[in-house]
């Protein structure tokens, strides 16, 4: 089981705005960061940090955490954001990482 | 232009060896760590381990510790991923990563292309 937990799936119509989250108890010391995949293709980083975007991510991604939850939220979704979204920070320990478990995002 | 570039994909017996290969290029690659990433089909990802090639510091995900050996040729920019002994289990892509940013904000980029395991008698 992993120490980081998402839903496993979230749906949104086109244009509108989506949070997917992640819980764990590590996120209170560490920021988690965001990979897209979409199929057949290696994941991709979103969002890193407090809210930071890599150059070429639209700027309708942004994160933020409270407590022990961290969020990815798409504002306008668009069908191209159709994808798996996994959540990574370190574990409890500090000393390994982990993946959530997966979010697969479907944009109607 | 960072980039991980991974070895071809396999295709194994039970019990053979194996070791796949993540070559860095666009930057200093003693000067980051290089973790390795599991997804079986159909599943999600796994964090397998991570290796600092400046001085081939190891550390495994508890989960993975003594099922691979993660290692690194500094002067050649590569690392690596092996087993000793396949199952059928360990049929996956695998993904290697480069570790960015310090605590307590990491992330991972870029990923390579992957590397497709198939295990099978």
């Known amino acids: 089981s992993s120490e980081l937990t998402q839903d496993p799936a979230v749906s949104v119509a086109l244009g509108q705005t989506v949070r997917i989250t992640c819980q764990g108890d590590s996120l209170r010391n560490y920021y988690a960061s965001w990979y897209q995949q979409k199929p057949g293709q290696a994941p991709v980083v979103v969002i890193y940090g407090k809210n930071n975007r890599p150059s070429g991510i639209p700027d309708r991604f942004s994160g933020s955490t409270s407590g022990n939850i961290a969020s990815l939220t798409i504002t306008g979704a668009q069908a191209e954001d159709e994808a798996d979204y996994y959540c990574?920070?370190?574990?409890?320990?500090?000393?390994?990482?982990?993946f959530g478990g997966g979010t697969k995002l479907t944009v109607l | 232009e960072v980039q991980l570039v991974q070895s071809g994909a396999e295709v194994k017996k039970p019990g053979e060896s194996l070791k796949i290969s993540c070559k860095g290029s666009?930057?200093?690659?003693?000067?980051?760590?290089i973790g390795w990433v599991r997804q079986m089909p159909g599943k999600g990802l796994e964090w397998m381990g991570i290796i600092y090639p400046g001085d081939s510091d190891t550390r495994y995900s508890p989960s993975f510790q003594g099922q691979v050996t993660i290692s690194a040729d500094k002067s050649i920019s590569t690392a690596y991923l092996q087993w000793s002994s396949l199952k059928a289990s360990d049929t996956a892509m695998y993904y290697c990563?480069?570790?960015?940013?310090?605590?307590?904000?990491?992330?991972?980029?870029?990923w390579g292309q992957g590397t497709l395991v198939t295990v099978s008698s």
């Open positions: 666009g930057y200093s690659f003693t000067s980051y760590w």
């Open positions: 990563v480069r570790r960015c940013g310090t605590r307590p904000q990491n992330w991972f980029d870029p």
């Open positions: 990574n920070s370190r574990d409890s320990s500090g000393n390994h990482w982990v």
